[in-house]
């Protein structure tokens, strides 16, 4: 069984048992799961249901390895540059995205 959620701004193809990093949101620190009610697609082999845009009652839940705190990790560091041309002039700036790692539980349709 698998489902498609969205996340944040992204689309996540996940089946229980997948480690997963997804855009940082706001969760209570000592919190140990997650529910992921944006689901768009769900299938267990033969049976497909698809959300127009999302399955009601549908739901993904996710739990972090201790706890929301200490399941933060950092994606890889980006360096985008800015140049002109022919006029000396050049920018580079860093970026390093956060992520929560999270392990799904169950998928429920």
Same mark, same amino acid.
């Given at each position: 069984m698998y489902a498609v959620i969205e996340q944040g701004s992204k689309q996540y193809k996940v089946a %229980?048992?997948? &480690? /997963?990093? /997804?855009e940082l949101t706001e969760v209570d620190d000592n919190a140990t799961t997650i529910e992921l009610d944006k689901v768009l697609f769900v299938s267990d082999g033969t049976? /497909? #249901? &698809?959300? @127009?845009? +999302? *399955?009601?009652?549908? #739901?993904? *839940?996710?739990?972090?390895k201790e706890t929301a705190a200490n399941s933060m990790v950092k994606g890889v560091k980006l +360096?985008? @540059?800015?140049?002109?041309?022919? #006029?000396?002039?050049?920018?580079? *700036?860093?970026?390093?995205? #956060? +992520?929560? %790692? &999270? /392990? &799904?539980?169950a998928i429920e349709a």
């Open positions: %229980q048992g997948d &480690v /997963i990093n /997804i049976d /497909i #249901k &698809v959300g @127009t845009p +999302y *399955i009601e009652g549908a #739901k993904v *839940i996710a739990s972090f +360096y985008p @540059t800015q140049m002109r041309r022919r #006029k000396n002039s050049r920018r580079k *700036i860093g970026h390093r995205q #956060k +992520y929560l %790692q &999270v /392990i &799904v539980d």
